[in-house]
């Protein structure tokens, strides 16, 4: 079936510097996609989200760049800092009636200080 | 923002024995809610739609006489894992979506099962 994968399953970024996080989608509909941030034994945070009519958003201190041409998205953590340390999901809806979330595997980061 | 709270945090049952989990939308009412299940270093995977004043829709391969989901309330959806069994063990996690423009989910802390 269609899915929501990334590139890379662990990062590891020098506190201050920015931090990219990759994500490819395969559903072409895919209209609606999501940005979470897990901490370990907690729930999904929101992060930031974005959709298929946009190329980017920006929020604080992160910035989501879909390229549906190619069907990724990214993550862009600036100054990253000790708390950024968590797991990252994308996922995606393929419309925004149905929510039934679809979500990558994840990727791990973490700060070094 | 909105919250939800999802309770117990963690818990730790005999094999057999049945252990209900609740999530509530504390701020907003929620006629959907969701459920996850999360296994360590793996990703969420949906297991049922929680629809108040209705059925749950169960994703293929959830048991729903294994998963027992009520929503009887616009705050309030319960999952009761029956006669639970080790492989049930697990971290679990719902999910609310907010209403009106601007819609968003908004995740449960999250509830660790363990079954001995």
Known sequence: ?113 | GAVVSQHPSWVICKSGTSVKIECRSLDFQATTMFWYRQFPKQSLMLMATSNEGSKATYEQGVEKDKFLINHASLTLSTLTVTSAHPEDSSFYICSARTQGVGEKLFFGSGTQLSVL
């Open chain 1, 1 to 113: 079936g269609e899915s929501v994968g990334l590139h890379l399953p662990t990062l590891s970024v020098q506190e201050g510097d920015n931090s990219i996080i990759n994500c490819a989608y395969s559903n072409s509909a895919s209209d609606y996609f999501i940005w979470y941030k897990q901490e370990s034994g907690k729930g999904p945070q929101f992060i930031i989200d974005i959709r298929s009519n946009m190329d980017k958003r920006q929020g604080q201190r992160v910035t989501v760049l879909l390229n549906k041409t190619v069907k990724h998205l990214s993550l862009q953590i600036a100054a990253t800092q000790p708390g950024d340390s968590a797991v990252y999901f994308c996922a995606e809806i393929p419309n925004f009636g149905n929510e039934k979330l679809t979500f990558g595997t994840g990727t791990r980061l973490t700060i070094i200080p």
